[in-house]
């Protein structure tokens, strides 16, 4: 080994230490500081992910949009899809902060080649669903995402800060919607029950696989992209749920749920694994929809984009002439 | 028909109000800084967070270093005596 290689990996070794040294003491890693290329890409895949389920998010509820019964529930409902574009926005910026490049991460999205939450593959057949939706998948969402506010990557963490501040007005909106039904006929109170059965499951994968099977997680703490655990925040969001189930006068679908006094917690029933599995890998009962609706808006928003590209041209042109 | 030309990245500042710089609160895509405007007001102020909007194209801007640690602001690390707990001003005294 020659100077020039000595001095090489001393450099590097330092950047690592630098690198470490920052997230030891709780600081954040900002774009341009050096780190490890797994770091990057980690965060990149971690950060599309998150985006692409923002932007898929859309649809499940965004189909209800023009069958909402009131004005009210209809201006709601359009502001909290409005929210779910932004926060894909908000996303995609923190990932181009990495290098990541927006149309390949869309591309990617709409080949399959990159994932997003397995949640929004379920169907939306009832007004119900709107609520609920609100309620439990959003609350698994604030669940998971308020311990990301800390991430250790800053433009990350910044958009989380925001995400989080707006997800709380998704969960309240679907909660007082479900109230509203519950304060009316039997047939509304059973079609909240029969939504809240369809979507508890589905809500407690959102945690993803157990931790014993979770192929990320000892990296992601080290890292502290990720702060607590798969089944530490699932257990969190069950305890979350249960009073706040109880007060709307629903029953979550588990016979194995009740409080341990000695735990502190509840326990609760076995998710079943085999679903989330399928549904992730592509067998979900709405995950070609979902795609199939993307790359159509893609598609066809080509000329949209084209035109305004082609705009912007004429009219740099003409200021250029006039100049 | 001619390849699509890549919308630019458009850095967005917004003043929350009166009285506040321009804080830096992300970034978007647009085809030019007239629509960058009008993308960062419904991206970035849905809900009365801001009352002006800068929007500066990602490439003019010129930055320190590529590090955020950076020597450049190595200078400013000995000069103790630019603050005004350097110095020694006894107790007694009124109004420093």
Redesign the interface.
Known sequence: MDAADTDARTGADARLA?FERTIERDQRI?P???MPDRYRSTMVRQIAQHAHSEIIGMQPEGAWITRAPSLRRKAILL?KV??EA?HG??LY??A??LGAD??ELTARLISGRQKYSSIFNYPTPSFADVGVIGWLVDGAAICNQVPLCRSSYG?YA??MIRICK?ESFHQRQGYELLMTLMRGTEAQRRMVQESVDRWWWPSLMMFGPPDAESTHTAQSMAWKIKRHTNDELRQRFVDMTVPQAAALGVTLPDPDLRWNAERGHHDFGEVDWSELKRVISGDGPCNAERIEVRRAAHEDG?WV??A??A???K??RREGEAA | ?EP????P?YEVFVRGKRGLNHVHV????A??AE?ALRNAR??YT??NEGVSIWVVEAKAIT?S?????DPFFAPSGDKVYRHPTFYDIPENVPHM
Request: glycine residues 4%.
């Open positions: 630098d900002e341009r500081d050096w502001a409005q929210d932004g926005l908000y910026s923190a181009e902060t927006r149309p433009p910044r958009a707006e080509a984009r084209e305004a590209a705009h912007a041209a009219r740099a | 028909m699509s030309r890549e919308w990245l992300g970034s978007l895509r085809a030019d629509m419904d991206l849905r809900r930055a270093s590529p590090d955020e640690k």
